[in-house]
């Protein structure tokens, strides 16, 4: 069963709300069955929605919030319809209320495409050129709604500019492109119990973009769950955005050699060698891994990246101890912790 509307992996705030159809139905710490369960809902039991992605919901609970299969409940016809209805109030609230506080963009590209909604799926409503300024309305992780006198849609983050003046030091604001490696048919490398370092890298950077996020940071995916993006587009992306950091999340392997372990942190231009440095140190503080150190690397989205870059290798998936460590909570809690007060080392000095 389908049901919802797709937004094709944005991240969107819905006034919305999802009734279960499923007794005992397991509400997961992420949006996909290899999240652990926190906790049980039941049959005809209400909740708002957060977020929605692909086939999974993250849900506000009592306690705080959790993710369950869409295929489980049924979500209120109220978000549906929203996107008809959305333009004509959101430009009223707008108009009656100009005291709030503006923040405004610049198309980057001539004929860069507005939408209707935030996502590819939506049609296209119009076209702007290079240097046209918009008002923002709203923002998620990947799309600005916006408006000027003549044209009010949507636009995809990686087609604007945001002016300069944002930055000043800490970590909050700071916007950063987080790199899940591989993805789609590009699964990476195979652990040794034979899962997809795809499906490792987006775990880590799902929860890293939770914790910048309760940083007040500006986390940005350079994929969705499970999706084919090139490495040319995903370094594309970084440039275009007023990108203050990217990080590429990737697991090693060696399946000929299982004992292998340790983790490493590799940059290409000069200028991202003192945020491998932090990010490795911090990192190593929190896991205790074996340390291998920082590396100059020939990485395509390093090399064509034009921001401060790095790309992390976590760990060896094809070593059997490590990828149980791995897959827990409490690991990947580490390491991610790890690169956080890598980058406040870094925005901090
Ligand atoms: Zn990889």
Redesign the pocket.
Known sequence: MFTGIVISGSQLAYAASVTVQHDNLNVRTGPGTNYEQIQKVHTNETFSIIQEQEEWVEIELSNGTGWVSKEYVTISEEDTEEADATEDVEAETVQTNPSTETNTIKIYYDHSQIRKGPGTTYPITDFADKGTSFEVISADDEWYEIKNNQIQGFIHKGLVDVPQSKRSSGIKHKTIVIDA??GGRDV??ISASGEY??DF?YRTAQLLSHELKALGANPIFTRNEDEFISLASRATLSNFLDTDAFIS????SVPELPNVEGMETFYYHDQSKELATLIQKEMMKETESRDRGITYGDYQVLRQNLKPAVLL?LGFLSNPEMEQLLLTDAYQKKMVTGMINGLLYYFNQ
Do not use: V
């Open positions: 490696g591989h990476g490398s370092e795809k890298t999340i990737h697991y090693n290798e």
